[in-house]
């Protein structure tokens, strides 16, 4: 495991994930979460797990952003909080 | 109240963290996972199931139970979606829009006005105005076929690269969610019609569930995929890892047709009348 990799894809898992908290637009927030996941993917793919890894990059960051979209296109698009 | 919920989301974070100082560090040799668990399955995992990617093997066959319900999950959330969303009866729509295919006109039809319905020259389009992008349409036609070879590849290959029919069903399905995006929920309906998925979702679990009860009525334990081997003619330890094959289908077909009816379901409300 390189230091230098690691550090760099938690700071942007870390950043992603506030993000999707954060931003008002649902929209916004589904494809913030999609790059979380795809982050945590080469996270799990730089410790070596590698099932885990496509896993992740198959559900979590295809078809569940997808799901999300989907969802926030049939209600709405702005959060009340 | 936003107050509350930060200051205990800070608080559960920090006693997580905190609690992860008793882990053993990334890859200890001496951490008791390591000394006991893992070297069992990275010693025997090849002579006693013949399959050389240790994950699949765990998963399918010395946790196999595990992925069967894992599997159960994934059906039931299909069929939640389904329940909480499937409208039944539709009313008639207030106004559809048709296309002329071959000039390019856009019809708008208003409460019970007709099209000639044995004509080919209209298509229907969705009521939030979609352009027609033959680009895009042609791409994913193109694309669509490689991405079901790889979702097959993902499948059939998993005994040896990372893989299975956790992920090779997920590319399936996202390859027909593709096709629905990219033309419109109708044509892919056309191509996989809901009662079809519905039963391809049970049928995946089906599988699963019952080449364990096969097992069990040849006289050996639920999932034990030994017992296969006077069926299959082949040995115990190659009938393990054909066993898993089949239970990987199972999987595959099952997550397949669950992603592509939660996809329907949500895009449309449930009315599977227009889509994404």
């Not at chain 2, 729509?93 to 856009?106: A, D, F, N």
């Not at chain 2, 490689?146 to 390859?175: D, E, T």
Request: glycine content about 10%; aromatic content about 10%; hydrophobic content about 50%.
């Amino acid at each position: 495991m390189i230091w230098q990799i690691d550090l760099a894809i938690l700071t942007l898992v870390v950043i992603a994930g506030i993000g999707t908290i954060m931003v008002k637009d649902l929209l916004g927030a589904a494809i913030l979460f999609g790059a979380y996941s795809f982050m945590m993917c080469l996270l799990w793919s730089v410790m070596g797990a590698v099932d885990v890894a496509f896993t992740e990059a198959s559900v979590g960051a295809g078809v569940s952003t997808v799901f999300f979209a989907a969802a926030v296109f049939r209600t709405t698009r702005r959060t009340k909080d | 109240m936003k107050i509350t919920g930060l200051i205990i989301a800070i608080l559960a974070g920090a006693l997580l963290i905190y609690a992860t100082a008793d882990f053993p560090g990334w890859g200890d040799a001496a951490s008791p996972a390591s000394t006991h668990v893992s070297p069992r399955y990275i010693e025997k995992t090849m002579e006693e199931t013949s399959v050389p990617n240790m994950v699949t093997a765990v998963l399918a066959d010395y946790r196999g139970f595990d992925t069967m319900f894992e599997t159960t999950v994934i059906f039931s959330a299909g069929v939640v979606c389904f329940i909480l969303l499937r409208v039944f009866g539709s009313e008639e729509p207030k106004e559809s829009l048709y296309r002329h295919v071959l000039t390019g006109v856009t019809i708008r039809v208003r409460a019970g006005g007709e099209i000639p319905p044995d004509s080919d020259d209209f298509e229907r389009i969705d009521v939030m105005w979609t352009p027609f992008d033959l680009i895009i349409k042609t791409m994913c036609r193109i694309l669509i076929p490689f991405i079901q070879l790889f979702g097959l590849y993902v499948i059939a290959h998993g005994h040896h690269s990372p893989g299975g029919g956790f992920q090779g069903g997920v590319i399936l399905g996202a390859s027909i969610i593709l096709f629905a995006i990219s033309h419109d929920l109708r044509t892919a309906l056309r191509r996989i019609r809901e009662r079809i998925d519905a039963l391809l979702c049970a049928t995946g679990v089906f599988i699963y569930a019952g080449t364990g009860a096969l097992c069990l009525l040849l006289g050996l334990n639920f999932l034990d995929y030994a017992a296969l081997a006077s069926i299959l003619g082949v040995d115990p330890i190659t009938a393990r890892s054909h066993g898993i094959f089949i239970v990987e289908i199972g999987v595959g077909i099952a997550v397949m047709a669950t992603m592509i009816w939660i996809y329907n379901n949500v895009s449309s409300r449930g009315k599977y009348d227009e889509g994404l």
